[in-house]
């Protein structure tokens, strides 16, 4: 009974596969300040027909941009109802990225702006669906939805030594996965791993998986420490890391939810995040990782250093962890999802 169909839009796809619907762009934007994303749009008429022929009851935006700028129009259009999802701090990312106030100022009124047009709004943690309502979103529209991670996938299983191919000199590997960018508050990472690396010798290895904007002036500023930077990685590739790490790092202060600190968790391999934002209400504090001040980096050292000089304690997070994942199944967060979207 769960009939839907994900519409995109992104070139030299074509159609995908059953259930989904690509229609070729007929334009793009460029992001100055991120030039490895681009926003393609299609033509909006070919969309308006693509909705009206398929009789669909209901549209739901994923992101603000093109494709749910469209979709929102659409649904003026058509007299559709139409919920939406905060799955992206954009107004933090633009402040971040440009170091411009007004820029963010800016992000906010246009956010406000589209989700009180949504009869919905769904936020993936109630940090986020907090600020929105802050910020001037109608507080009778927001849901915080369930969102689980693929643990088939990502296994213990997984692990493999996957790291020795680098040659690295330490005996623990500090993780994080993510876009290397400055949004993702990773001068904090810097700051932390150079004071351990000043303490503890190279008893631990920095491994950055990813690619961003950030990364030129990350590894500068890393240069003389045990730091790997894999770029992005994929695949098996991508689950074997995880699983062959020992200890996972997210200092991001914006993700809404934070996908990756599942992931890992999934892999069990126990997790170091902060107070701010959506991934901490994805961890069970003390058991499954840590919860550290996210403006600072000697709370973040503190608890790392703890930490690697007692690898029971992380073997013990480790399998609870993936216990806790074990609850979170992407089944189990799609039925509960499903359910939300019946009762609203």
């Known amino acids: 009974d769960k009939d839907y169909t994900v519409i995109t839009c992104d070139r030299g796809h074509g159609d995908v596969g059953p259930g989904v619907k690509n229609f070729t762009p007929i334009g793009l934007y460029d992001l100055p300040e991120y030039p490895e994303i681009k926003l393609f749009y299609p033509s909006f008429l070919e ?7 398929n009789d669909f009851t209901h549209l ?18 058509l007299k559709l109802p139409i919920s939406g999802t905060y799955h992206t701090a954009l107004p933090q990312y633009a402040l971040h990225l440009t170091g411009d106030d007004a820029m963010e100022d800016l992000m906010w009124r246009f956010m406000v702006w589209f989700y009180n047009q949504m009869d919905k709004v769904y936020s993936p943690s109630k940090a986020f669906a907090d600020e929105l309502i802050e910020k001037g979103v109608n507080a009778n529209k927001l849901l915080v939805y369930p969102r689980g991670v693929d643990v088939n996938r990502f ?8 790291f020795d191919r ?6 623990l590997k500090l993780l994080y996965v993510g876009r290397v ?4 508050n990773l001068h904090l990472l810097e700051q932390m791993f150079k004071q351990l690396h000043a303490e503890h010798g190279p008893k631990a290895d920095l491994i950055i998986v990813g690619d961003g904007p950030y990364r030129e002036e990350m590894q500068q500023n890393l240069e003389g420490v045990n730091c790997l930077f894999t770029g992005k990685l994929d ?13 996972f790092i997210f200092p991001s ?23 701010m934002g959506g991934p901490q209400e994805n961890v069970i504090p003390d058991e499954t990782g840590v919860i550290v001040r996210g403006d600072d980096h000697e709370p973040l050292f503190s608890a790392v250093s703890d930490l690697i000089t007692d690898p029971d304690r992380i073997k013990r997070m480790g399998q609870s962890a ?17 359910q939300m979207y019946k009762d609203n």
């Open 235 to 247: 695949g098996e590739d991508l689950t074997q890391a995880y699983a062959s790490s020992d200890l």
């Open 60 to 77: 739901h935006a994923a992101t603000p941009g093109p494709i749910g700028l469209m979709a929102l129009l659409i649904s003026k259009v």
């Open 322 to 338: 993936r216990n806790y994942m074990e609850t979170r199944s992407y089944q189990k967060a799609f039925d509960s999802a499903w």
């Open 166 to 171: 680098y040659n690295l000199n330490g005996n």
């Open 155 to 162: 296994h213990p299983k997984k692990r493999n030594g996957f």
């Open 47 to 53: 969309m308006l027909s693509f909705v009206y022929d």
């Open 253 to 275: 202060t914006t993700d809404t939810f934070g996908k990756v600190v599942l992931e890992a968790q999934a892999s069990g391999v126990p997790v170091v995040v902060t107070d």
């Open 181 to 184: 960018s400055k949004e993702k």
